[in-house]
């Protein structure tokens, strides 16, 4: 069966009961949305404070490919499994985006017998985050082009506005567009833009924010541009839109609550991309999930050069986390294709491709050990086209490494195909018991530009970083202004590099900054690498053409 009609075969419990079994949570605590997903309350959410931490696993990946590696796939199957050898276990994972359900990539539920329910509704609008996410950052654009239109007392430099607009859908057309055409009543003309939704600073504050009052605190410092003249910052605050956009998030914030296809617990909450924003969910989630379990498995985002390193350097940074171990996604596929091998012969036993592919994953593996002093496990998801010969190298490249790779079967087999990783990683976790070596990849206290060449020479094997005049004198700038902001590099996910051609393990490299922007109120600095984009663009064949609905409301087409 597809995942959908999996997942549709499903039997939930309903969402009041699993809560209450399962995390001791009062019904007075949860806010259904229908029977089989809910919001938990900032009150019962305050109870949690005390109460002792569990062990916190990131669940990470090789490069991405077409070929698919399954992270989410894993961290589900991972949480069953580690529920079905006995332990108290919480998933905590992000909301789906509708720009990759409709597009190439698919939704973000999981996949065959490892997956979250209800699949269609979390992949879709689930229970209005992202729109909510949308109405609060189009009201702050909104309140800065009708502050101008009205005389604008603050002296905003119209040139210099730095607050695009959002939306949760892959549209390349609303990139760069004009507006206030069509005469003065329609406010200044200028140009203008859109992000998605997941790019969005306010996505990244509301991921970041552990309250009600830190999450206004941290919308009002957003800086939407600078007075005319002077350069002063003009923020949230300034426009008085703060309150407003707290009051469109304050039920959003509360985290969600849904399960496994094996009635575990799982929290999905908040969706930042990681190739171009942190990747992570949010921080009152995963906080919660730690009072809640005695083990919880959370993800970040596409490769670990990119979401388990901001998970790490900006994510834990922020909210005094640290993971007690990782898990390292890959598949035998994706090494071949890393190896020169084309998708359409990735089915075929190729050991030298697979050898010559490991590169990316030897390079994850050891910034994971090396440059953040994790422990580390190897999950392999299974292919059926995958080999004996293919597995038994594999798992003999990781041993040399110091580490250990377990096959995993869980797309097929749910949480039962992932028991040997939950005992691996259990080991693991009580292995290093006490003898933390967890570091960040940089300090807190060296220049904005030696944040982005370290990243990029320690974790992508570049030389060196390259930028126009303009970034470095901005970042001069400030690193004065902000000199313990951590950097969030935006870049391909395809590749270590700035190129998504250079698969495997590319060295020597220059990393190309094309553009920085300030997120003053998430409290970081966005780099732009190469050619990324903040608004993706529709493939030539979109997803969106074979999602349809029957007469009776079931959804079809959706992975």
Known sequence: MSDIEIAQAAKPKPVMELARDRLGIPAEHMDPYGHYKAKVSFEFLQTLKDKPRGKLILVTAISPTPAGEGKTTTSVGLGDALARIGKKSLICLREPALGPCFGVK????????AQVVPMEDINLHFTGDFHAIAAAHNLLAAMVDNHVHHENKLGLDTRQIG??????????????????????????????????????????????????????????????????????????????????????????????????????????????????????NTVIATEASLGLADYVVTEAGFGADLGAEKFLDIKCRKAGL?????????????????????????????????????????????????????????AVNHFTADTDAEHALLRSKVEALGAKAVLCTHWAHGGKGAEELAREVVEAIDANAGKSTFQFAYPDDIALW????????????AADISADAKVKDTLAKWTALYPKFPVCIAKTQYSFSADAALRGAPSGHILPIREVRLSRGAEFIVAIAGSMMTMPGLPKVPAAEAIDVDDHGKISGLF
């Open 106 to 113: 698919g939704g973000a539920a999981g996949g065959g017998y």
């Open 322 to 378: 640290e993971p007690d171990a990782v898990v390292l996604v890959a598949t035998v596929r994706a090494l071949k294709y890393h190896g020169g091998v084309a998708q359409k012969d990735l089915n075929q036993e190729n050991l030298d491709a697979l050898g010559k592919g490991f590169c990316n994953l030897e390079r994850h593996l050891t910034n994971l050990q090396q440059v953040f002093g994790l422990p580390v496990v190897v």
């Open 163 to 280: 607050w695009k607009r959002v939306m949760d859908m892959n549209d390349r057309a609303l990139r760069e567009i004009v507006v206030g055409l069509g005469g003065t009543a329609n406010g200044f003309v200028r140009q203008d833009g859109f992000d998605i939704i997941a790019a969005s600073e306010v996505m990244a504050i509301f991921c970041l924010s552990r309250s009600l009052a830190e999450l206004k605190q941290r919308l009002g410092n957003i800086q939407v541009g600078v007075q005319r003249g002077t350069g002063t910052p003009v923020l949230a605050r300034d426009l008085k839109a703060d309150g407003a956009m707290a009051a469109l998030l304050k039920d959003a914030l509360r985290p969600n609550l849904v399960q496994t296809l094996e009635n575990n617990p799982a929290f999905i909450h908040g969706g930042p991309f990681a190739n171009i924003a942190h990747g992570c």
């Open 450 to 461: 030696d944040k982005i060449k370290t990243v990029a020479t320690r974790l992508y094997g």
